[in-house]
């Protein structure tokens, strides 16, 4: 007999609808939130930012979140409002700060009256500039002072749309396959930072002439629609509590001592800096990553009257790489073994031929596109064993080890093959392959290990803490990665003649450290009975 359906959430197809909403936001957001990370070579040309400018930009995504506690007010109003009205809360915020961060990089912008505004002036913030976290510095260019203020606002709801979908999916998955769903929703959102490496060069780029704002305004677009997939969301989420009598406001109000029960566990806090050391290691990278392989590949611009120069292959491309992950992504779900080594089969021969064609294109950003196509194929495999067989703990050390891996290998290894085209391009997609795979351990383990340490009426205030200390990271180490390069590589004026192997190794290092609180993780877990090994479907 099968379940009986007696709610929304009851039935697979609208808990995964439901899931698919919230995963097509995240996934517009993950397009804008690395929108310029493909063409900082081409911001350093056309709009004078050098690496610390654009560093500093890169990380004021995260800097309300960090010093003004936004994201902790942003997890106390998750608890008392609910996650539909602040799901479409946070579309809304995300596109106000995209709005302005276009305007900022747009021809308008240049020579108007705000920008002399903002060159003379925000060139000394008191408190921030003695503290050394000012978001702002003497000297740094208007258009990136007025994007980085845009995307302050963009990141404040960025991260609050993490922790309401986190908690959307707790909310929809709890006691089914939760962390398959957390699992998938991450693979799908990732998808969004491959479709930024192709399409943000390719929009800057389009027609012969160099506009950067183009790849900012598809950025816009893409928000608009993840604002229409939450007001989708909310009149599903409130059906579903017409359904099941709960209260999308709580009846217990939120108290400050909540927090102190969460801040007072041992576990709560090595999962919370875990996740920071791990993250900082990823994103951060991501948004120089094409920039690194610009500057350690030996990569020859097709003729121009090629097909591999022309802007019909970004679009052929992109439907290969969908094949490869819709293909990889629908095999876990396949009962019959014919199917399911079928669908793997035509990924793997996509995925083959994609990197076969960012290969003869000659494009860092296409070879790096390929991050999460792995992550998108492992990830929900990874997602239902934890759900089955438990190991979160195993499997977050197992991704800081792959992690020291792959950064020490693209600091010392790749740099030997810059005179190789084939060599030093093959060992850049094995190591992104690996990365993006190493990646996808986090989301299918450590979330889910969340609701086994804190009590569901704060569960949203949980996440929040763990993304404001997350954010610490996200903030401190773009802006780091930036200076370190200006001050590894004096004189360097060419954006793809830098020395990468200063910041890699910093980034390796936080591995190291994350690799050393996953096994404590794993001891503390093993004396206190936290769970964390044990699978979260009981049988």
């Known amino acids: 007999m099968s379940e009986q359906i007696k709610t929304l959430r009851d039935s697979a197809g609208m808990r995964w609808t439901a899931l698919l909403l919230l995963a097509l936001a995240m996934f517009c957001s993950y397009i804008f939130m690395d929108i310029l990370s493909p063409i900082k070579d081409l911001m350093q040309e056309t709009r004078g930012w050098d690496s610390t400018a654009f560093g500093t930009m890169q990380g004021s995504e995260v800097f309300l979140n960090v010093f003004v506690f936004f994201l902790i007010f942003a997890g106390i109003i998750l608890d008392k409002m609910g996650v539909r009205f602040t799901a479409v809360l946070s579309a809304g915020v ?28 925000l060139n000394y913030i008191p408190v921030f500039d003695e503290l050394g976290v ?14 980085a203020s845009g995307f302050m606002i963009f990141g404040c709801g960025c991260e609050m749309a993490g922790i309401t979908v986190s908690r959307g999916i707790v909310k929809w998955f709890k006691g089914r396959e939760m962390a ?18 192709i399409f943000s060069p390719f929009f800057a780029k389009l027609g012969g002439q160099v506009d950067v704002s183009r790849s900012v305004a598809f950025g816009v677009v893409l928000l608009c629609i993840a604002l229409m997939m939450c007001i989708v969301y909310f009149f599903m ?19 400050v001592s909540d927090l102190g029960k969460i801040l007072s566990d041992s576990g709560f806090w090595l999962v919370a800096l875990l996740c920071v050391l791990y993250y900082s290691a990823i994103f951060p990278f991501q948004k120089y990553a094409v920039n690194m392989l610009q500057c350690n590949l030996t990569l020859v611009e097709p003729a121009s009257d090629s097909f591999w120069a022309s802007s019909q292959v970004t679009i052929f491309q992109y439907v290969i790489m969908l094949i490869v992950a819709a293909a990889g992504f629908a095999s876990n779900f396949q009962k019959k073994a014919a199917n399911k080594y079928g669908l793997l089969t035509v990924s793997i021969l996509a995925l083959v031929t994609y990197c076969y064609m960012g290969y003869m294109r000659q494009s860092a950003e296409s070879i790096f596109a390929v991050f999460p196509l792995l992550a998108v194929l492992i990830t929900p495999i990874l997602g239902s064993y934890v759900d089955h067989k438990g190991k979160a703990a195993s499997m977050l050390v197992l991704g800081s080890l792959l992690l020291i891996a792959c ?38 383990s450590l979330w889910p290990s969340v609701p086994k340490l804190v009590d569901a009426k704060v569960i949203g205030s949980a996440y929040a803490l763990i993304f404001w200390i997350q954010n610490i990271g996200l903030w401190l180490f773009p802006l780091l990665i930036g200076k370190v390069l200006d001050k590894t590589n004096p004189g360097v004026t060419d954006p793809t003649q830098f020395d990468y192997t200063a910041p890699l190794v910093m980034l390796a290092s936080l591995g190291v450290a994350a690799l050393l609180l996953g096994l404590l993780l794993k001891v503390v877990d093993r004396k206190k009975g936290l769970g964390l090994e044990e699978p979260n479907i009981k049988d």
């Open 94 to 121: 995300m596109l106000v700060g995209a709005l302005i961060k276009w305007y900022a990089i747009s021809e308008a912008f240049m020579g108007s009256a705000l920008e002399t505004w903002f060159t003379n002036h």
């Open 134 to 147: 000012s978001p702002f510095y003497e000297g740094m260019p208007a258009s990136a002072k007025l994007a």
């Open 180 to 197: 398959l769903a957390m699992g998938s929703e991450m693979a799908l959102a990732r998808l969004g930072v491959a479709t930024c490496m």
């Open 237 to 255: 989420d409130k059906k579903l509590d017409s359904q099941t009598g709960e209260a999308e406001e709580k009846d217990d109000p939120f108290k």
């Open 407 to 444: 950064h020490l290998t693209f600091a010392f290894v790749l740099p030997l093959f810059k005179g190789s085209a084939v060599g030093g391009i093959v060992i850049a997609y094995v190591t992104i392959l690996v990365l993006g795979s190493s990646f996808s351990l986090v989301p299918a």
